[in-house]
């Protein structure tokens, strides 16, 4: 298996996912049900599809367990948004803070390892 390098969809990816953690933390702090919150809502929802399309070209020679995280948050988008458009807010929340932190925060600590482009950028960075 050789490294990874910096493809235009990895760097997608990368920048989707970087957004997606930051908009993802704004929309689950504030208020909720806003206008605010729903444009925001929308847009990290958009960034999460980029993720989720971006990882699927992503692979060495085949998909590994965390394109299992794409799939579920491919299957979990869709019925988030139709929760909230329901009125359906418990069970909508349940699902996009599940996202947020499974295919989010679990997945990006993945990332961090030496083995895996980020990681090394990251570690590299912080000069170890």
């Given at each position: 298996?050789?490294?990874?390098?910096?493809?235009?969809?990895?760097?997608?990816?990368?920048?989707?996912?970087?957004?997606?953690i930051l908009i993802g933390?704004?929309?689950?702090?504030?208020?909720?049900?806003?206008?605010?919150?729903?444009?925001?809502?929308?847009?990290?929802?958009?960034?999460?599809?980029?993720?989720?399309?971006?990882s699927l070209f992503i692979?060495?020679?085949?998909?590994?367990?965390?394109?299992?995280?794409?799939?579920?948050?491919?299957?979990?988008?869709?019925?988030?948004?139709?929760?909230?458009?329901?009125?359906?807010?418990?069970?909508?929340?349940?699902?996009?803070?599940?996202?947020?932190?499974?295919?989010?925060?679990?997945?990006?600590?993945?990332?961090?390892?030496?083995?895996?482009?980020?990681?090394?950028?990251?570690?590299?960075?912080?000069?170890?």
């Open positions: 298996m050789g490294a990874y390098t910096w493809t235009p969809t990895i760097a997608l990816h990368a920048g989707a996912a970087i957004a997606s933390a704004v929309v689950l702090y504030r208020t909720k049900g806003t206008p605010a919150h729903r444009l925001w809502g929308r847009v990290w929802v958009a960034l999460m599809l980029t993720i989720v399309v971006s692979y060495r020679d085949h998909y590994s367990w965390i394109h299992g995280l794409s799939f579920f948050t491919l299957a979990m988008l869709p019925r988030g948004v139709y929760l909230a458009r329901k009125h359906h807010i418990k069970q909508h929340q349940m699902t996009m803070v599940s996202m947020y932190f499974g295919a989010l925060v679990i997945a990006g600590i993945f990332t961090l390892l030496p083995s895996r482009l980020m990681g090394q950028a990251v570690w590299r960075w912080f000069g170890i």
